[in-house]
């Protein structure tokens, strides 16, 4: 038998698990899915670390957590305040933020060397100004 997918109610699941780590636990693959496995209570057949990472969102929302965990502990150590509810929200955020701005750049990229490449052929400049094709008309098949 297959290993379960991801499903997208699962992801989304997962990314705010990831937003909301607290900044007392380490935080690795192994130990994220000890925690699915506890949380999801999805039985003995969670995630492997692979199919974890594989997973675009996860991945990034993982970097973003690992990122965000490393500051908090170098913010501890100048200042040994315990974070309240206010500044675990605020870091969720900011997680979230720094999830979607890094997707945001992905997908800007990716629409530059498109735009680029259309150019590039023949008469591409007419294939970038031609508007949408309706897609509302009864369509027969």
């Known amino acids: 038998m297959g290993a379960k997918k991801i499903s997208t109610k699962d992801e ?8 909301k780590w607290p900044a007392s636990k380490l935080l690795s693959w192994e130990d994220l899915r000890e925690h699915l496995e506890k949380t999801l209570k999805k ?9 974890l990472s594989r997973n675009e969102n996860i991945h990034i929302s993982f970097n973003e957590a690992k990122r965000r965990l ?11 305040k315990s974070i309240n509810e206010y500044e675990q ?3 969720s955020l900011k997680s979230e933020l720094a999830e979607l701005t890094t997707k945001y750049e992905t997908l800007l990229l990716r629409h530059t060397q498109l735009i680029y490449n259309v150019s590039l052929i023949e008469k591409g400049n007419h294939l970038l100004n031609d508007p949408l ?4 008309k009864n369509q027969t098949g």
């Open 12 to 19: 989304s699941e997962i990314l705010q698990i990831l937003r």
């Open 43 to 51: 039985g003995d057949s969670t995630w492997s670390r692979q199919s």
């Open 70 to 80: 490393k500051e908090s502990r170098n913010a501890h150590k100048t200042n040994p």
């Open 89 to 91: 929200n605020i870091q």
């Open 133 to 136: 094709p309706d897609n509302t």
